[in-house]
């Protein structure tokens, strides 16, 4: 890697890229572009659209901003996947970090493993949600998944 491509991902780490910068799919010794590194620290722009910028496995830099909860509020790319089928909503539900109009709890990886199992696997599911009997590959159901939540949770108490 050159010393301007060194210092471009200093920049995206401390976000300081230039207003202007578009060469987000520069990528680091280990894989990661400038874009993700950018989505993990919260310092990509608010213009920002190349969501679909992936490294190992398909991880996209919405999965990224995702995991480090800082998708913009007008995100609506729940639906990206990597190659495990684990979509962008996944990796939000995991982080306690989905709208409050969140509406795609269906969205399912490989496995069948739901958005919603992903929410009750910790607890976090809105209180209008009612689609308990979605079930993954092996038959687990969303209710079962919260309910196990729900009894650890209360056996730590």
Do not use: C
């Amino acid at each position: 890697m050159d010393e301007t491509t060194k210092e471009y991902f200093k920049m995206a780490y401390n976000g300081t890229l230039p207003v202007d910068f578009d060469q987000w799919s520069l990528v680091n010794k280990t894989g990661l572009t400038i874009a993700h590194i950018a989505a993990a620290h919260g310092r990509l722009p608010v213009s920002f659209n190349q969501w679909t910028l992936s490294y190992n496995e398909g991880w996209t830099v919405a999965h990224e901003a995702a995991s480090y909860r800082h998708l913009s509020a007008d995100f609506n790319q729940w639906e990206l996947a990597d190659n495990e089928g684990w979509t962008v909503a996944h990796s939000a539900a995991a982080n306690g970090s989905l709208p409050s109009n969140f509406n795609q709890w269906a969205l399912a990886n490989h496995t069948g493993w739901t958005v919603a199992h992903e929410a009750a696997s910790y607890g976090d599911l809105p209180f209008y949600f009612d689609q308990w009997e979605l079930t993954d590959n092996s038959g687990k159901t969303v209710r079962q998944v919260y309910k196990n939540f729900s009894d650890k949770l209360n056996s730590e108490i």
